[in-house]
């Protein structure tokens, strides 16, 4: 016989950790939004209090400060371009990849999946000294395509849609197939309508990964004309006079807009991870 008594307990126990693991999340991003609507003054006097949470007098001063200081439309374009070009071109190539790995039949197949696993583990940061010397070399520095070119392969969006193309069921090709289509166009008409989910999450994937990248900017830009947002930001930190309501506010900005993108998608994102994260 099943106690209702523990079984209420356990679920006030889940729902307490996980209302505490909400808070403990959702706390940095408040803070941060509560201290960049207020005057500069009140910012440093009221942290480490709970009124740290709460501005009393809502204020955009800081925010009008920002845009005055540096060029934040500028930062926003470069890391929206950026951004953009490496999740729209990573979507095609790697969904491509993706398929062809999952469905089709060719020499080194297994060979070429092995490799895509293998580079799951390598971290970029050992990557990027033998990329810096050869982008250079064919003269990329300071262009937005050598913040592009390094990102749009990559081998965890090749394995989420291999893992999301396997779970598809293998009646869709095989009718497009009687009706005389290629590999290209079964994917184009008939996968890819079936796949919105795992696209969405790949998409996100990305935007997450790379919207906040620092190191490689850091390592490729020198002029402001392609410096994206993470630049921007620790360009400003140190830019004197150091007014920390006006860095604040820089960080909302920042966050912004891969908040907003991530609360319009969330749904599409949860299916993908589900689909795609318990296949393969």
Known sequence: MIDSGATWRQLLAVVGLLTFLSILFV???????AGSLKPEARVLSEAGTLRAFFPTRVSLQNYRDVFER????????????????????????????GYALARLRWPGRGRFLLLVLALLII?????SVPL???????????????QVLPFVANPLAIYLFYSFFLSLPAELEEAAQLDGAGPLRTFVVIIVPNA????????????????????WPLLMTAGESVRPLPLGIASFYSLPPRQWGDILAFSIIMVLPVLLLFMIFQRAFVRGVASSGVKG
């Open 27 to 33: 706390a940095p991003i408040v803070l941060i939004l």
């Open 70 to 97: 540096v060029p934040v439309v500028l930062y926003l374009f470069n890391s929206g371009l950026i951004n953009g070009l490496i999740v729209s071109l990573g979507l095609i190539v790697n969904s491509l990849a």
């Open 123 to 127: 971290p970029f940061e050992a990557l």
């Open 132 to 146: 810096f010397y050869a982008l250079s070399a064919l003269g990329l520095r300071d262009t937005y395509m050598v």
């Open 196 to 215: 919105k989910p795992a696209f969405a999450t790949v998409a996100i994937v990305m935007l997450l990964f790379h919207w906040g990248m620092y190191l």
